[in-house]
């Protein structure tokens, strides 16, 4: 069992930056691959990214590729998603999931409650 608690979300302006940070606990937290999963309004969830249990391998959606940093920190059980030149877009509650095996979709087992995140124009 891992437990996710997400923070670092808030309302920024179009083009800047935001950090989302992810801490999990649990045993084994740091022997999952962790990922950033996003829910638009009204739209389904969307796959941002995700990193290896290692943190050797990371994957990102198209849509965030070049703007966004997926990293973890094994140590601390945190993971963190640092979003720059943000565009309104981006605008979702961003939930942070853990697998066992890394996934490029929104097929997780384990999910934090989410942070809202709002990209104003």
């Known amino acids: 069992q891992v437990q996710l608690v997400e923070s670092g979300g808030g309302l920024v302006q179009a083009g800047d930056s935001l950090r989302l940070s992810c801490a999990a606990s649990?045993?084994?937290?740091?022997?999952?691959?962790m990922a950033w999963i996003r829910q638009a309004p009204g739209k389904e969830r969307e796959f941002v990214s995700v990193?290896?249990?290692?943190?050797?391998?990371?994957y990102y959606a198209d849509s965030v590729k070049g703007r966004f940093t997926i990293s973890r920190d094994n140590a601390k059980r945190t993971v963190y998603l640092q979003m720059n030149n943000l565009r309104p877009e981006d605008t979702a509650v961003y939930y942070c999931a853990a697998a066992s095996v890394v996934v490029t979709s929104t097929r997780y087992t384990y999910w934090g409650q989410g942070t809202q995140v709002t990209v104003s124009s």
């Open positions: 649990g045993r084994s937290a740091s022997s999952y691959a």
């Open positions: 990193v290896s249990s290692g943190g050797d391998s990371t």
